[in-house]
């Protein structure tokens, strides 16, 4: 009876002990999965960050073999703006207020499997066909916006890509629906786009066209044309811009909307801009031997990248003492948009150029977000 009793006693010993021992593993379980999500959460939005949702997407189709999933990725026209003009306060508010509207449709519907914050304003999901379709949601977003945030005038883009493959990495996937996103820009009234093979087709184009740039370069390919610039009141021409050109040996003479964007994107724009201003300068010495009175200024462009560049104003300087011309005849054109993210450093520089002597001109006014303030401050 004794030991029986003893036994008893040590069973009920064990099994408190494994009670225990199993209310600390439940414990360690529900430490580690909040440490998981702390980690996996972006702090700002609510949402997965970029790793994690990569990682999420990639296990949720291992798991569910499907045919119609697909990853809609979008982001808000000019919300870098918003940061710039109104302040960072209220671009993060609207961000956090997205990724909970986000979090809201993942809860609420059985489309959106998986959702990400992938960088500043760019937003991506994992989807599936269902009741509600991708244009519903589109409505939902932008609808919400306009709504909530009506004061920023915001307009929300989407780009789709249909996984026929779900070993690809998310993060090509991803990459597939912003080209896509992308295609939709400066278009009015086209917001939405998949993914096909005619996007993939212009990106193996572009591949090419990057892969001969230097040599292009080198081998003076560009063309400078001069559209001048007309005084309708005393019938004269007051000025003109040079646009350059790519005259290609096998595609023929191609526009910058081809190729601008990649040089930018490569860095490369800054060897063009300077091979530019170098044949501009050339030619106004041409001009100014034949015709000794010529006073026309010639206007050139000068890139975002251009001005990241410490040494943008010494350049430029030396630029028209190697050929002795006056500084009013180089009139430097920036873009509108180029003083998106930093406009006071970029004032500064304007500040700089024009004490120096250049005039500085705004280029495309009125295709960004607030251009009064913009041009206000400038």
Not at 111 to 140: N, R
Request: charged content about 25%; overall charge neutral; some cysteine.
């Amino acid at each position: 009876i004794l030991l029986s009793r003893v036994r008893n006693l040590l069973a009920i010993k064990e099994s408190f002990r494994v009670s225990e021992q199993n209310k600390v593993n439940q414990e360690l379980l529900k430490a580690k999965e909040a440490i998981i999500r702390t980690v996996e959460t972006d702090e700002l939005t609510g949402v997965l960050t970029k790793q994690a949702f990569y990682i999420h997407v990639r296990d949720y189709l291992k798991n569910h073999p499907g045919s119609n999933y697909q990853i809609v990725r979008f982001d808000l026209d000019y919300f870098s703006l918003i940061n710039d003009v109104l302040g960072v306060k209220t671009g993060d508010r609207i961000l956090k207020d997205i990724g909970q509207q986000i979090l809201h449709f993942q809860k609420t519907t059985n489309e959106v499997l998986v959702s990400g914050h992938i960088e500043v304003d760019h937003f991506a999901i994992l989807w599936v066909s269902g009741k509600v379709t991708i244009e519903e949601l589109f409505s939902y977003i932008d609808g919400w916006l306009k709504k909530n945030h009506k004061a920023y005038n915001l307009n929300c883009r989407i780009g789709i890509y249909n996984i026929t493959d779900p070993s690809i990495d998310p993060a090509l996937m991803c990459d597939r629906a912003l080209q896509a996103l992308r295609s939709t820009k400066g278009l009015f009234s086209q917001r939405i786009a998949y993914y096909d093979d005619s996007i993939r087709k212009i990106r193996m184009a572009e591949t090419e066209l990057t892969s001969e740039m230097e040599g292009a370069l080198a081998q003076n390919q560009f063309e400078i044309y001069y559209q001048p610039q007309y005084n309708y009141e005393t019938k004269e021409i007051v000025g003109a811009e040079a646009l350059v050109r790519w005259n290609h040996p096998h595609k023929g003479l191609l526009t910058p909307n081809i190729f601008l964007p990649l040089f930018e994107r490569n860095g490369l724009i800054v060897d063009l801009d300077n091979y530019v201003w170098d044949k501009v300068c050339q030619q106004l010495v041409l001009w100014r031997k034949k015709f000794p009175d010529w006073k026309i200024p010639i206007s050139v462009n000068i890139s975002r990248v251009d001005t990241y560049g410490e040494d943008l104003c010494t350049r430029l300087k030396k630029l028209v003492h190697k050929y002795h011309l006056p500084y009013k005849l180089l009139r430097l054109e920036i873009t509108e948009s180029a003083y998106v993210g930093d406009a006071k450093r970029l004032c500064k520089i304007v500040e700089q150029l024009t004490k120096i002597g250049f005039m500085v001109e705004m280029d495309d006014f009125g295709s960004a977000y607030s251009s009064l303030i913009m041009l206000k401050d400038i």
